[in-house]
């Protein structure tokens, strides 16, 4: 299993400005020294655009990573 951290530069998600893989999700949290929670993982709809509109984190099962990473 991997992770996939996204961050966006704007609420439209067109200017992606980081990418990195992980993984495990306590990395991410660790490596974002836990402004990002275990709550924030799964993407919702949010009513408001804060900061947790600015990041994804994309899940990558073995099989996918075995196809698209090796």
Same mark, same amino acid.
Request: contains cysteine.
């Given at each position: ?5 996204? &961050? ?12 990195? *893989?992980?993984? =495990?999700?306590?990395?991410?949290? %660790? ?9 924030? &993982? ?12 600015? *990041?994804?984190? =994309?899940?990558?099962?073995?099989? %996918? ?6």
């Amino acid at each position: 299993m991997m992770f996939i951290l996204m &961050v966006f530069n704007d609420y439209d998600e067109q200017e992606l400005i980081y990418i990195g *893989f992980f993984n =495990l999700i306590k990395d991410i949290l %660790e490596y974002t020294n836990h402004i990002i929670k275990y709550s924030d &993982v799964s993407h919702k709809q949010r009513c408001y655009k804060t900061y947790k509109s600015l *990041f994804k984190i =994309l899940k990558i099962s073995n099989e %996918e990573q075995k196809i698209y990473f090796s």
